[in-house]
């Protein structure tokens, strides 16, 4: 917690993200990627520091594309695209439509595979100094034990298994619905790895709760959530649904407000387990909520699509905003919550 | 021109409205000032415009058209809510931008390039024009199909000096294709050969952009005239720089993605391309 | 189908609604209720007739509010605010929190009961024209039974029984999420009345098919759906939860995409049942959606508290829409879908 | 004004902006063109506005604060977005007004009103001394507490003699009161009870509107003199006309509205307002 550097750029790039009025219009956002960063406020999530409580949301952050945007190693993590055994193809286009503040996309968990993983994306992000989680996709519990044992001998800080993505079964849901197939599944990984195992939970249950039970108890070193919820949109001109997969997974700003649900209904069931907040975040304000809420950290996911420096200027707001509030900067810093 | 070498590309950010006006009914050209944009927006290259609407949060790519100085030129149609509201956007206003992204045309080869365009494709294909103008080792050659209204024939001419059009009542760019063909020698013998570059002339590269049936008619009218031709193409589109692979399309080298990789491809390596849908 | 009055009134009340542009600006709408309607395109739900496929949802219509803005005889029907066996006092304030695109209120069904309901807001409903949904609320199944029966002698036109409010009981989960519950209930109100009789789904479960599997069993004539989702806004100022009670339910456009899946889901499933859709109309292009997704009809919620004429003005934009698309009506008319 | 008499209220519409300017940091005095606002709306009647960012659907309600021809004026602190918005409003813009909305003071009896108002409270006071100034049978004092600069002074002092006003480095607003009733010769007796009205003077009634804190203080010490209060409270509202029931409150006759029954309300009526919170 020293240097006076970041206050002061943090709170003009934030009066620069809020934005300069003129003529009752908002200016829009412009972020300069090309300063030096200096965090005040770390936090610590199962055990692993990171050095500002933001990270990139699987699927929204891409190495080569961001690259020549910002300097990734500033981020507290980036979480990967799922990872799955084999390559997967992934669904038709169009895989994306617009909805009232977000979009529904059903990529359907596109990816080289875990080997090409390891070789060309795990080295690489490694080397320009992130602190990586890397996501786990599978369509069966096999699938997830090739990838988490591949990965247990690579250089992964955390690993975050998605059992949530609504696009890949049949009909949009997971074994993230299901505590039992749940707490089967997370048992198995757990002896595979040594890594600090996320699990990443899906926003289209009934219950957060005994889902949350079932990871804890099978082992899983921290929640990360939400995933995307099943929606869809139609084509008035066509009568047709928009999306080639017909549903897809709705993010943005939109899912706000249910985020901080999942998370603060999570995090007073089970004090403990450190949790990810995920979920429409677009400003370090939004971020902040999810802190309020009981996360120890945050991803942002929807809003890196919108702007690819999007996660490094709210963690520069985010920061400032700690600034003014050393109690829970401090808990964080120790590896506790705002409700803990 | 700035002198200043970030070691980061600039993010989205405002531009300036520089003039912003409609053509023909529902076709409008608009000018931005962004000094990066307008240094660096090579052919078929496109920028991403961003509503006000806070409802709206998706890119709207659009292929930049001309650059001059520290401005540049889109041209888009109006056809939903997005479109609709750039319409309305006036001189002294600001719209968020990102760019210039995207692989364009492959202009490397010595070679006279025949632009193909329709409807609202012509954008990137007068952008190519202007680029080609200074080139003593390239020839271009205009051919542009409208509905009704030649709306871009004015730009096109800027730059080149060969531009002939069509619209719907005279016939469809194909016949134009075929008319520029007999001029210049070229015909397919049954075996799809072209008759042979003579020694020291420039092969012929057909670049074509626009709706997807036009550019797959062209693609296989020059495919049986030996002719190579890279289409920009077109695809919705989540992000546009590459990060949440909604855009892609199938290729001979894999799923690419039609924002980062693309969006130019050679028709070749468009696996079954001409064919499907 | 007759008469071009309609036509030009509503072209010109879409143009209006969609804003004339000013300098890059939409100018918002202005929605001139002082006029006569005339509808081209009626539909049918359970039966019933409706004069037009827009409705009011429960709780975002109050007869006192807005009948100085319109005719309320003109909608295709309305939903009352949810009426208990006796008087409840809801939640404490503040009841309601701004969310992207949409808001969070925790009213908590606070209603005069239905005897109050039977004297002072049914009668004039009825008095002035209005196609009358009685949507029933309850905190067990006796409560539920208690107001079917009262109504059942009186002159609604149709019941909705709300099963999926997440405010009423302790942990925001209700009859609406456990088939089992729901199929009792609906068989046990089945018997009390004659009336059509609409049961209203909540989203906040795993899977929508069983639900509306156990409704359809238990003699539902129709489903409504979607309520809110389970959401909440934090004082980044406190700390602290906006709303009194913690969390309250989601609505607004964000819900959009959501509900359309929802309502298309269930029409696959049920290619029969009449459906309201529900959830993040704002214009009639949004209705139109529902109406593609399989609805048989709709109903407006938080547009209506964002302008009273908004039903209305979404009935007429509908209808401009629906003349351009003769298949979609006719289905309606003869109480069919645009999915059946 | 018009002779138009529609069978129904204007419904939500766009407004526009005649005049907007800062009276000092943070506090904005708004100029809106609304000929049915501005010829209906009565002193505690509030409008709502409408932010136009498409994320932010709910109302903001302001207190009208003036209604002048076909004008009427806002006077508003910015606290958050939407008011951070509005302060950027500029002449010729437009921005979404409903109403005019609630249930004022009740102005009926004759009677010397005493204008009790606290920060952004001060608004529906200048609109009731405004509408009194006309008025033979009443009389009008006005009282503001502001936390420093007195921006709202001119204005009162438009349409009152007696404006008097203190701000934070000088005391709060009840000293102000204090000294009014020392003047006036009203004292709280051991009983509380008023020295009587004299025969043929006026009765004096309280009208406040500011912070719940302040409005409680003012209520407490009209009590223990005897004087009645009628207070104008403030809630977060999710329509402000009636609809949506999130704006409630709890009095003798019954959970009632703040927008629909309110927002002004008989301190009496209001349950154990005074003690609690
Ligand atoms: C690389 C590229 C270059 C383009 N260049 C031009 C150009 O120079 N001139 C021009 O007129 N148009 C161009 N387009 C098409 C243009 O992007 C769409 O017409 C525009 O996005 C429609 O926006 P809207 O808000 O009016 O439509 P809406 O239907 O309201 O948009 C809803 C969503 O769908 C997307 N969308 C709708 N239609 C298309 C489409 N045809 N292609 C991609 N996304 C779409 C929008 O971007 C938005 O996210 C280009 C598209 C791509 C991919
Ligand atoms: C009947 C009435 C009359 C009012 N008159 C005035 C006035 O004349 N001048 C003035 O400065 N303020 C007045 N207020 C308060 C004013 O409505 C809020 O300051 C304003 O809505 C804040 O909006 P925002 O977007 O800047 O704040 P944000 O915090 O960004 O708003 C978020 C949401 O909370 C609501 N909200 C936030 N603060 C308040 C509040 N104090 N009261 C009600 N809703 C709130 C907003 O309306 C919005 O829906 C009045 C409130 C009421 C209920
Ligand atoms: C295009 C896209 C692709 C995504 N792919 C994945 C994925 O591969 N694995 C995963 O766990 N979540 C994936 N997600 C979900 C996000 O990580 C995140 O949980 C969700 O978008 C909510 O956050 P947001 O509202 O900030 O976008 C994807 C989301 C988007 C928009
Ligand atoms: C303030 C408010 C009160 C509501 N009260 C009820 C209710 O009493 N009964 C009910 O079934 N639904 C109630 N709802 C849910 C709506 O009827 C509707 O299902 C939901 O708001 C989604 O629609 P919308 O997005 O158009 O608002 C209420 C919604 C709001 C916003
Ligand atoms: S649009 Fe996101 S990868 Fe192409
Ligand atoms: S704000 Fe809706 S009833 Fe008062």
């Known amino acids: 917690m020293s240097g006076t550097t970041m206050t002061q750029t943090a709170q003009a790039a934030t009066q620069a993200a809020q934005g300069q009025a003129q003529g009752g219009q908002q200016l829009p956002c412009y972020f300069d990627a090309n300063r030096t960063f200096t965090w005040h406020h770390k936090t610590q999530v199962a055990g692993v520091e990171w050095k500002n409580p933001v990270g990139t949301a699987s699927g929204t952050f891409n190495f080569d594309a961001v690259r020549p945007f910002y300097d990734v190693s500033q981020l507290g993590a980036v979480s990967t695209k799922g990872v799955s055994p084999v390559p997967w193809e992934g669904n038709p286009v169009p895989r994306t439509a617009e909805t009232p503040a977000g979009s529904v996309n059903s990529v359907g968990l596109q990816n080289p595979g875990v080997d090409d993983y390891l070789v060309n994306d795990l080295p690489r992000l490694k080397a320009a100094g992130a602190t990586v989680i890397t996501n786990v996709a599978g369509h069966s519990d096999d699938d997830y034990a090739e990838v988490v044992s591949k990965l247990a001998d690579h250089e992964s800080d955390m690993l975050e298994i998605n059992v949530s993505c609504p696009n890949v079964s049949a009909d949009g849901l997971s074994t993230g619905t299901d505590p039992v197939a749940l707490k089967r599944l997370v048992k198995r990984l757990r002896p595979l790895t040594d890594k600090p195992m996320i699990v990443k939970l899906t926003p289209n249950v009934t219950d957060i709760r005994p889902i949350a039970e079932a990871c804890i108890e099978g082992g899983a070193d921290a929640l990360s959530m939400i995933n995307t919820f099943v929606g869809m949109r139609f084509d008035i001109r066509t009568g047709k649904p928009i999306l080639a997969n017909i549903t897809g997974g709705v993010s943005g700003p939109c899912v706000h407000p249910m985020a901080l649900a999942f998370v603060y209904k999570t995090r007073q069931a089970f004090p403990e387990i450190p949790i990810i907040g995920i979920g429409g975040i677009s400003t370090g304000e939004d971020a902040l909520e999810f802190l309020y809420a009981g996360a120890n950290a945050v991803e942002v996911g929807s809003a890196a699509l919108a702007d690819p420096v999007a996660p490094l200027r709210i963690a520069c707001e985010l920061d400032a905003l700690l600034d003014q509030r050393p109690e829970l900067a401090q808990a964080l810093e120790e590896g506790r919550t705002w409700q803990s | ?277």
């Open chain 2, 1 to 277: 021109m700035s002198d200043f070498k970030p070691t980061y590309l600039p993010s989205r950010r405002p531009a300036e409205v520089v003039d912003c006006r409609e053509l023909t009914d529902g076709v409008v050209r608009l000018t931005l000032r962004d000094e990066f944009i307008a240094a660096n927006a090579r052919p078929a290259q496109f920028v991403n415009l961003y509503t006000t609407n806070e409802q709206r949060l998706s890119p709207r790519p659009f292929g930049v058209c001309q650059a001059e100085g520290d401005t540049f030129t889109l041209m888009f149609a109006v056809v939903g809510k997005g479109t609709e509201e750039f319409r309305h956007l006036r001189p002294g206003q600001t719209v968020d931008v990102l760019g210039p992204l995207g692989h364009g045309f492959d202009l490397t080869r010595s070679a006279n390039y025949v632009l193909v365009g329709g409807g609202l494709g012509v954008p990137p294909l007068i952008r190519t024009a202007q680029e080609l103008k200074g080139r003593e080792d390239a020839g271009c050659t205009v051919l542009f199909g409208y509905r009704n209204v030649h709306f871009a024939d004015d730009d096109a001419s800027r730059w080149c000096d060969d531009v002939r059009s069509i619209d719907e009542s005279e016939g469809n760019v194909v016949a134009l294709l075929d008319r520029w063909a007999a001029e210049n020698g070229i015909t397919a013998d049954r075996d799809g050969v072209l008759r042979p570059v003579a020694e020291g002339e420039r092969p012929f590269v057909i670049l074509t952009c626009g709706p997807l049936g036009m550019m797959k008619a062209v693609s296989a009218w020059a495919r049986e005239r030996g002719l190579e031709t890279q289409a920009s193409l077109e695809s919705r589109m989540g992000c546009g720089f590459g990060t949440c692979v909604v855009c892609t399309v199938h290729t001979t080298r894999g799923i690419l993605k039609t924002c980062h990789d693309g969006p130019v491809f050679n028709t070749a390596e468009l696996e079954g391309w001409e064919a499907a849908r």
